[in-house]
C-alpha cells in the first residue's frame, strides 16, 4: 500500500477515534460531570487517546507481527488514559456541589413536622 493511503486513513481513524472517544465519555461519564470540567483537560485528554489509537495502529501495521512491543505500549499508555479519564470524572463527580453556600446543599427541614413527631 502507498504512504499517502496510510497517511490518509490513520488521519481518518484519528479524527473518527476523536469523535467517537468523547461520544462514549459522554455517555459513560454523564454530561453533567462533564460539564463542570474545563475544556482543555477534555480536549487534552481525548486528543491523546484518539493520537494514541492512531499510533498503535500505524505500529501494528508497520511491523510483521501485529502484537509487538510498540502496540504492546500502546495498549498500556491509552489504558493509563482511559484511567485518567475515569480518575477526572470521579473527582468532579464528587465536588460538583462544592460551590453551594451553605443551606444550599438541596437539604430542607421541615420545622412543622419534626415539631408534631416530638
Known sequence: MSPNFLRLAYMLEFLIALVAFQDV???????????????YTKLSLTLGLALITA??????????????????????????????????TFYYHLHE????????????ISYLMRGAHA
Open 55 to 88: 499510533i498503535g495502529t500505524a505500529c501494528a501495521v508497520a511491523h510483521e507481527r501485529a502484537w509487538n512491543a510498540k502496540t504492546v505500549a500502546c495498549v498500556i499508555i491509552a489504558l493509563m488514559i482511559a484511567g485518567g479519564m475515569a480518575a477526572t
Open 25 to 39: 465519555w459522554v455517555q459513560v461519564g454523564g454530561q453533567s460531570h462533564l460539564d463542570l470540567m474545563p475544556w
Open 97 to 108: 456541589n462544592d460551590d453551594a453556600g451553605p443551606g444550599e446543599d438541596g437539604a430542607a
